[in-house]
């Protein structure tokens, strides 16, 4: 998607089986892709291919990503199921330091917080993990980073979303949060510590984890399936995009 | 009427030959049961039902407002009406139905709101369903086969005709449909309402379709038939709730639901009965936000009363429901169906600790009623006459404008001691009978 921060640059999707497919937007409007394979087929790919362009260097302010016009903040003040905070978190937020005055240095402090209590660990949440279990567990991947950032801000009346994405490097998706601070968006890596910029690319924003996967889908049929998922960014260089 | 007594076991068997059961899974185990209609009808005079139709119009109508509103500009919240955690933390509330207008503007189609009428003769509103009430079938084919089996009683009480049901429905449909024909979407034949699905796509003439009879392509939705030809749908009467309805949308592993049918819906090319979303509107949380909805749309006082109702998530609310806790019905907001209902005065004092301490930790998440004093209604039990508790849910339709049936379903208990007149908790029905002079 386009941002402030980020400007598709090129796209292509193709589909394996091919069948036509239908652009439009999400409930939280993300743009999505979507069709049905009526045929019957053993697998199904998609492969995007693009090139997005987003700022140069590091900041060490927070980088506007989007403007809210509407009232579409409201819904994102409010934990869900997964971000709802227990006596684990509660216990972090114990160490939040007092709020200064300046959101978003309170908010950069919560990014600090929530990096530090949390130790990087792959296999040991899975994607059905809360922000309670995984803040419980001490140890998860970014989308429990996120997650429990998530639970403090909006325990805290602030209203921020769940962003998936993908980092420069190969393996799979990315996930962050943002948050609004006077009618603009902007977004924090808790799992990097950092703000978001020229390693970010964002896909879809909702309310948690739940809310912008990135594929979804069903079939019939009775047999079972497994998914491999391949990401893979690199940096280009402005020229190699120009041609 | 003792005519219609006699014929008591025709009308019973009657019914059992059509298939009007009603399914319930109990432990996990589907079992069909028949839906015991008693022969004494609720009767309901020209006037009185005169006072219902408008108070129930106009509760529809500022509902309709509601989800209107809730869903595009948000006015209610933002005029500090309705706090918005009250919207906003709501299960009933879909982000993904955000923004999206549906055909008309009509979000409430068939609307069924659930009363009760009080020793004294007041009647109160207990809850809106918006969702997908179900129920209208069984007092409309049970008439067909009480004038079948006694035609001599309709002689003598002047009864209004119930039998435009499926034509109000019909067009309901129509009113909304965007071309293409109408169908009814149901999950299938083991869902508790099956027989109330297939009997009114009968009479309205709709299909009846499962989600693999449907598909979508480049967001319009298509019925595929049996001959594997294609035809545009216009109109979905989904019996199927939200959560199962679009795999792509919501719960990802449904198998009943329509992939994309949601895009198809938001995309405006397809009328979905009732709109998804409505549930932010019967959330019984909300429920009590309805006489002010009535106040702040229609600039009108509302008719028909709420059950006095208390919101712990108010402060003052909260001290006189810890207080007065043992003549309050508690209600967990979440649940449906007659679970999660309590009785203050009837629990042990363990659980009664254990559900104050609850509503002390999570008071949005229940709402307390004074328990009405209901005026019984006689069933026949054994040729005995009983009095026993008993509801009426009012079928409201919405086309070009707001219609009431002029009958509706009235449930009542079998168990004497029992206020809840649920069909999944083995009540039984009586038809209503409005009377035309």
Redo the contacts between chains.
């Keep these: 998607m386009d941002t402030l921060r980020q400007r598709v640059r090129s796209l292509q999707v193709s589909v394996l089986p091919d069948v036509?497919c239908?652009a439009?937007?999400?409930?939280?409007g993300n743009p999505?892709i979507?069709g049905?394979v009526?045929a019957e087929h053993s697998s199904f790919s998609v492969d995007v291919q693009g090139v997005a362009e987003v700022p140069s260097a590091e900041s060490d302010r927070p980088i506007p990503e989007q403007r809210e016009e509407g009232?579409?903040s409201?819904?994102f003040?409010?934990?869900t199921a997964r971000t709802a905070p227990g006596p684990a978190i509660r216990k972090l937020m114990e160490s939040v330091p007092e709020p200064s005055g300046d959101i978003i240095s309170d908010v950069a402090d919560i990014m600090h917080l929530v990096h530090s209590s949390l130790r990087y660990e792959k296999g040991v949440t899975c994607p059905e993990t809360t922000a309670e279990e995984a803040m419980a567990g001490g140890s998860g991947v970014c989308q429990d980073y996120s997650h429990i950032m998530l639970a403090i801000l909006r325990s805290r009346g602030v209203p921020c979303r769940y962003v998936v994405g993908y980092t420069v490097g190969e393996g799979e998706s990315h996930a962050w949060a943002e948050v609004l601070c006077d009618g603009v968006w902007y977004g924090m890596d808790p799992t990097g510590d950092s703000f978001v910029g020229p390693r970010h690319i964002k896909v879809s924003h909702?309310?948690d984890y739940d809310?912008c996967r990135i594929n979804?889908?069903?079939f019939?049929g009775a047999r079972s399936s497994s998914q491999l998922v391949h990401a893979l960014v690199s940096p280009v260089q402005d020229q190699e995009v120009r041609r | 009427m003792d005519d219609l007594f006699k014929q008591t076991e025709t009308v019973n068997s009657l019914l059992a030959r059509y298939g009007v059961k009603f399914g319930i899974y109990k432990d996990g185990v589907f079992k069909e049961q028949l839906f015991p209609f008693d022969p004494i009808p609720r009767i309901i005079t020209k006037e009185e039902f005169e006072y219902l139709e408008k108070g129930l119009k106009q509760r529809v109508d500022a509902l309709n407002c509601f989800l209107r509103d809730v869903y595009g500009e948000k006015r209610i919240i933002k005029d500090g009406v309705i706090p918005e955690e009250f919207v906003f933390t709501s299960s009933g509330f879909l982000k993904e139905c955000d923004g999206i207008v549906p055909p008309k503007g009509i979000y409430s189609h068939i609307s069924g709101i659930d009363l009760v009428q009080a020793k004294d003769g007041t009647w109160y509103v207990l809850e809106d369903n918006l969702r997908v009430p179900s129920g209208a079938s069984y007092p409309l084919i049970a008439r067909k086969f009480t004038r079948m089996a006694s035609p001599a009683t309709f002689k003598h009480y002047a009864v209004e005709d119930n039998s435009d049901y499926a034509d109000i429905l019909r067009r309901t449909m129509d009113n909304v449909n965007t071309g293409g024909i109408n169908v009814i979407l149901t999950p299938g034949r083991y869902n508790a309402a099956y027989f109330e699905h297939s009997y009114l796509a009968e009479r309205t003439g709709a299909i009846l379709v499962t989600g693999q009879d449907l598909t979508v392509e480049d967001n319009v939705v298509y019925y595929m038939d049996y001959h594997g030809g294609k035809q545009r749908v216009g109109c979905v009467y989904r019996r199927i709730s939200d959560d199962y309805l679009d795999p792509m949308v919501f719960v990802d592993d449904s198998v009943i639901g329509v992939p994309h049918i949601m895009s198809a819906y938001r995309a405006g090319n397809v009328a979905l009965i009732n709109a998804p979303g409505n549930g932010i509107a019967d959330d019984k949380g909300i429920y009590y936000f309805v006489p002010k909805m009535i106040q702040y749309y229609l600039g009108e006082e509302p008719i028909l009363h709420n059950a006095p109702t208390y919101l712990p998530f108010y402060e003052d609310d909260r001290r006189y429901v810890l207080e007065n806790f043992d003549k309050l019905v508690i209600k967990d907001v979440a649940e449906a169906g007659g679970y999660g209902v309590v009785f203050g005065s009837k629990l042990d004092p363990e659980h009664r600790e254990l559900l104050i301490d609850l509503i002390k930790r999570e008071p949005r998440r229940f709402i307390a009623q004074e328990v009405i004093d209901f005026k019984d209604l006689d069933i026949l039990d054994d040729e005995q006459r009983v009095f026993r508790k008993a509801d009426l849910r009012a079928f409201v339709l919405t086309a070009e404008k707001t219609i009431v049936w002029r009958s509706g379903l009235t449930r009542f208990s079998r168990n004497p001691d029992s206020f809840i007149v649920n069909s999944s908790q083995g009540g039984g029905f009586k038809d209503t009978w409005v009377l035309s002079r």
């Design positions: 036509p239908t439009g937007f999400d409930g939280f999505i979507e049905t009526a009232d579409g409201m819904v003040k409010y934990n909702g309310r809310d979804r889908g069903v019939f």
